[in-house]
T-cell receptor, first 113, second 113 residues
Framework: KQEVTQIPAALSVPEGENLVLNCSFT??????LQWFRQDPGKGLTSLLL?????REQTSGRLNASLDKSSGRSTLYIAASQPGDSATYLC????????????FGTGTRLTIIP | KAGVTQTPRYLIKTRGQQVTLSCSPI?????VSWYQQTPGQGLQFLFE???????NKGNFPGRFSGRQFSNSRSEMNVSTLELGDSALYLC???FGSGANVLTFGAGSRLTVL
């Protein structure tokens, strides 16, 4: 059974700093991995999706890496802004052919102005 | 382009009652997945429907059920509600290719008293 863990559960950093969020998974036989953000009272917004054959994906100030063999992914946020404050979730897709995702526990990020 | 629409957004029920939640996917999407989000368990997969057929199911009791209509709209039903069913219920739609490119709705917040 796939288990996904995110550490830390909460993180506060001053505006402008670069930061890294961590995600680990127990079964390396994954199809892909995604990072989502969730704002209070809202649904999930997909940020980056990394296929199992890829090592990283970049979108603007965000960079996500994937190391399947060690069961780890990181989300790097450069030059953080108050608008980045949200809960960040990683999710693993383990099988092609269905849309089931296994989510991590999330990291609540607060950017201090 | 309209997003994923979930109704109702908020509802309050008492123990023993039943509830039906609705999800209208993005036009053209044939897959609808449902997730339960609680502070203690995080986001957990309930089930996925594709072309009116349940394609995958999570580890939830039989009180949780769902269906999908020919227009891809989906409903989930929870019977004999328990206090522990209080949660944010999220649905997500996709083309259903298995690529895990999901668009989430804003969720239905259920409170069981």
């Amino acid at each position: 059974k796939q288990e996904v863990t995110q550490i830390p559960a909460a993180l506060s950093v001053p505006e402008g700093e670069n930061l890294v969020l961590n995600c680990s998974f127990t079964d390396s036989a994954i199809y892909n991995l995604q990072w989502f953000r969730q704002d209070p009272g809202k649904g999930l917004t997909s940020l980056l999706l990394i296929q199992s054959s890829q090592r990283e994906q970049t979108s603007g100030r965000l960079n996500a890496s994937l190391d399947k063999s060690s069961g780890r992914s990181t989300l790097y946020i450069a030059a953080s802004q108050p608008g980045d404050s949200a809960t960040y979730l990683c999710a693993v897709g383990s099988n092609f052919g269905n849309e089931k995702l296994t989510f991590g526990t999330g990291t609540r990020l607060t950017i201090i102005p | 382009k309209a997003g994923v629409t979930q109704t109702p957004r908020y509802l309050i029920k008492t123990r023993g009652q039943q509830v039906t939640l609705s999800c209208s996917p993005i036009s053209g999407h044939r897959s609808v997945s449902w997730y339960q989000q609680t502070p203690g368990q995080g986001l957990q997969f309930l089930f996925e429907y594709f072309s009116e057929t349940q394609r995958n199911k999570g580890n939830f009791p039989g009180r949780f059920s769902g269906r999908q209509f020919s227009n891809s709209r989906s409903e989930m039903n929870v019977s004999t509600l328990e206090l522990g069913d209080s949660a944010l219920y999220l649905c997500a739609s996709s083309f259903g290719s298995g690529a895990n490119v999901l668009t989430f709705g804003a969720g239905s917040r259920l409170t069981v008293l």
